[in-house]
């Protein structure tokens, strides 16, 4: 069975999308179409933008977002058995399988960088990668300290996400130096996404959500709240609304999926960041 997996935030660069837009006439179309709907120029951007402009989260998700779904678009064998994706990813992937028109999700990708946007600005926060340590070890750290800081992505069996107040983030970074075997990233992002921190945002993305038409689908999506095979247009709808203040079940995602009979897995991203942290899993649980 064939898996295809769609990145989150982290794999843009400028000049991403100039091989597609370049060589496919439909994926030209579609960039031109997504300027209209947006009204303003993101092809742009992501052509011969700036990083700074592009490291905007705003801006991010949706140069992620638009590559991505018009390269899924531009395939000729794209018939997936199941797709997952990364945090954003998981509103490509769904516009990926017509779950979402591609109109709808543009919008409620723009929607959702922008109200994630405005708590980044409103509250400091950040996000640590933390590689070497079981979960369980990060989890009690985290859950011992007296701020806002909880583990937001459990990428692969090396790698888990922290996110959390900036003071927070240091206590317990501090804590897992002291560790043996423990290392210690911290990621280019100005917010705390997949926290608590994140709330003040969740009312918002459901009124976003809530008006738009969710199809059902043709295939399973498994999505990041519960690791889980979902088809049905309100689960869907329920689980990305939760996703964001709930932590990215990945690893999870992934061993479920390949227990469920994919044997093979497709990145549709300007980057393979995902097939890195697939064959850590596959390092890690299939011997």
């Not at 295809?4 to 991403?16: A, E, H, L, R």
């Not at 011969?48 to 989260?57: L, V």
């Not at 609304?241 to 549709?268: C, D, R, Y």
Request: net charge positive; hydrophobic share 40%; charged share 20%.
């Amino acid at each position: 069975m064939k898996a295809y997996i769609f990145p989150g935030q982290g794999s843009q660069f400028i000049g991403m999308g100039k091989d597609i837009y370049s060589n496919s006439s439909i994926a030209k179309k579609l960039f031109k179409y997504a300027d209209e709907i947006l009204g303003f120029n993101m092809t742009k951007i992501m052509l011969e933008g700036s990083i700074k402009i592009m490291n905007n989260t705003k801006y991010t998700q949706l140069a992620i977002f638009i590559y991505s779904v018009i390269k899924s678009k531009i395939l000729t064998n794209f018939d997936p058995d199941m797709v997952a994706g990364h945090s954003l990813g998981e509103i490509s992937a769904l516009t990926a399988i017509n779950v979402l028109s591609f109109e709808d999700g543009l919008r409620l990708v723009n929607k959702r960088g922008s109200i994630m946007q405005d708590i980044c600005t409103s509250y400091s926060g950040g996000m640590l990668a933390i590689f070497g340590l079981q979960d369980s070890i990060v989890e009690k750290i985290c859950k011992k300290d007296p701020g806002i800081v909880v583990p937001s992505n459990y990428n692969s069996p090396e790698q888990i996400v922290i996110s959390g107040e900036i003071h927070a983030l240091m206590r317990v970074s501090n804590l897992i130096k002291q560790l043996k075997g423990s290392k210690i990233l911290t990621l280019p992002i100005n917010g705390a996404f997949h926290s608590p921190i994140m709330e003040y945002g969740k009312k918002k993305l459901t009124k976003v959500i809530n008006k738009i038409n969710f199809k059902y689908s043709r295939c399973p999506i498994y999505q990041n709240i519960n690791a889980s095979p979902v088809i049905q247009s309100l689960e869907i709808k329920h689980n990305l609304i939760e996703q964001l203040t709930s932590p990215v079940k990945w690893k999870q995602s992934i061993i479920n999926m390949i227990n469920h009979g994919a044997v093979k897995f497709f990145e549709i991203g300007p980057k393979n960041i995902l097939q890195g942290l697939l064959k850590n899993i596959l390092k890690n649980y299939l011997i």
